[in-house]
T-cell receptor
Framework: QQQVKQSPQSLIVQKGGISIINCAYENTAFDYFPWYQQFPGKGPALLIAIRPDVSEKKEGRFTISFNKSAKQFSLHIMDSQPGDSATYFCAAQNSGGSNYKLTFGKGTLLTVNP | DTGVSQNPRHKITKRGQNVTFRCDPISEHNRLYWYRQTLGQGPEFLTYFQNEAQLEKSRLLSDRFSAERPKGSFSTLEIQRTEQGDSAMYLC?????????FGEGSRLTVL
């Protein structure tokens, strides 16, 4: 059972455009939703995260939108740049649990064309 | 560099051989995780340590896999009698609470 579903699998945008990646979760105990960015040959790195007490969080060009009732959240990358080309993973965590483990989506390969 | 360190970065082995990976977490982090990532997939949870205690193991962790974290510091992940299906990136992460910090991974290729 896939607990975090991510779409699209791949995404191509032009420089300056908006990249949007969507995720949906099933476990209502999840209460922390990070996005990780991974470049080839590197480990995932935390990009931005949100908790369900807010509907939106913005850090620079990156924004998370969160819809608790729909159990969905999305990453928006404004003014996308070629350097943003990477694989993006959404994840979810039950911080009230004992282990803080993350459950990841399958990832979205973003390509930003110059 | 005070990040999570993993060694070796790459390992090529023949089917049936044993391999061991090492993870050195961020020094003040008491939580340590192992994940496996295959091509085109997100990281999948394997096991979790709090200090030296292994508190959770995924069903993905067959009896050929064993992980240790002696003295609550570095951790090792050993795979015995490797199979081609074990080929993957093995990621280690550490945490004090909340945010997980990942290492760059150890890529295993089983021929």
């Amino acid at each position: 059972q896939q607990q975090v579903k991510q779409s699209p699998q791949s995404l191509i945008v032009q420089k300056g455009g908006i990249s949007i990646i969507n995720c949906a979760y099933e476990n209502t105990a999840f209460d922390y939703f990070p996005w990780y960015q991974q470049f080839p040959g590197k480990g995932p790195a935390l990009l931005i995260a949100i908790r369900p007490d807010v509907s939106e969080k913005k850090e620079g060009r990156f924004t998370i939108s969160f819809n608790k009732s729909a159990k969905q959240f999305s990453l928006h990358i404004m003014d996308s740049q070629p350097g943003d080309s990477a694989t993006y993973f959404c994840a979810a965590q039950n911080s009230g649990g004992s282990n803080y483990k993350l459950t990841f989506g399958k990832g979205t390969l973003l390509t930003v064309n110059p | 560099d005070t990040g999570v360190s993993q060694n070796p970065r790459h390992k090529i082995t023949k089917r049936g051989q044993n391999v061991t990976f090492r993870c050195d977490p961020i020094s003040e982090h008491n939580r340590l995780y192992w994940y496996r990532q295959t091509l085109g997939q997100g990281p999948e949870f394997l096991t979790y340590f709090q200090n030296e205690a292994q508190l959770e193991k995924s069903r993905l962790l067959s009896d050929r896999f064993s992980a240790e974290r002696p003295k609550g510091s570095f951790s090792t992940l050993e795979i015995q009698r490797t199979e081609q299906g074990d080929s993957a990136m093995y990621l280690c992460a550490s945490s004090s609470a909340g945010e997980l910090f990942f290492g760059e991974g150890s890529r295993l290729t089983v021929l």
